[in-house]
């Protein structure tokens, strides 16, 4: 079990013990790929943790953007926290229904807009259900909160960002990705893909940093799933992957691990692999 720090990743006991504190919030991050054949919102509505909002990754992102849920502009961010109830002073906890997925993309993505009083729920809904917890299909009712939003720039990157590292290999490049889609032996769900990796990118697949329950490993054996990879955690990292979700897995891997310059590349594969003037790694 992971040690509980309210920045970055508590137990199932941490919050069963806090569920009713009055500045606490519950997000229900849920996201599913197409082919997994789950609808996030229909589950939510089923059933979620008490007093639960739903996040909806794909609606509070950049419509502005052809590329899937990019990080919204400040102000979308803005009205849809105060709208949901969510704002200064709050302690945050996400979870999703994967165990320990998308969560992490909205942990990464409250950061990013300066607000770090959020945590991951670590082995997420399923724990929660497997532990016979309670929860309900009632939606919470929401009361407007003010919220203070600072975007912190350093821990995102852009494709011309991420094309100048690959070329001065001055960050080591980090893919989430499976290592058959990063060697470009599996091809890419989206269509217009090509296969493969940014070059000089290393492969740290981000079910390595998991436990068989869905929670994060800890200490040596989380430090092992970057290291075995060859990722110096001395140095400065892009993590990326299909679509900035998974990264963001990388990013609190790394955050537990006290790596504090690191960033995500938000446009991840989704981007770079339907340009055919950027270079394309295999193997």
Known sequence: MSADDPKTLVSTDWLAAHLNDPDLRVIDASYYLSDMGRDARAEYEAAHIPGARFFDIDEISDHRSKLPHMAPPVEKFMSRMRAMGIGDGHQVVVYDGLGLFSAA?????????????????????????????????????????????????????????????????????????????????????????RAGHIPGAMNVHYATLLNPDGTMKSGDALRSAFESAGVDLEKRVITTCGSGVTAAILMLGLERLGHRDAALYDGSWAEWGQFEQLKVATG
């Open 105 to 193: 993309r909205v942990w990464w993505l409250f950061r990013l807009m300066g607000k770090t009083d959020i945590a991951v729920l670590d082995g997420g809904f399923p724990k929660w259900q497997a532990e016979g917890r309670e929860t309900e299909d009632m939606p919470p009712v929401l009361r407007d909160r003010h919220i203070t939003v600072q975007r912190q720039a350093h821990l995102v990157k852009d494709v011309t960002q991420v094309a100048s590292a690959s070329k001065l290999g001055d960050w080591q490049i980090v893919d989430a990705r499976s290592p058959s889609r990063f060697r470009g032996e599996e091809p890419e769900a989206r269509p217009g893909l």
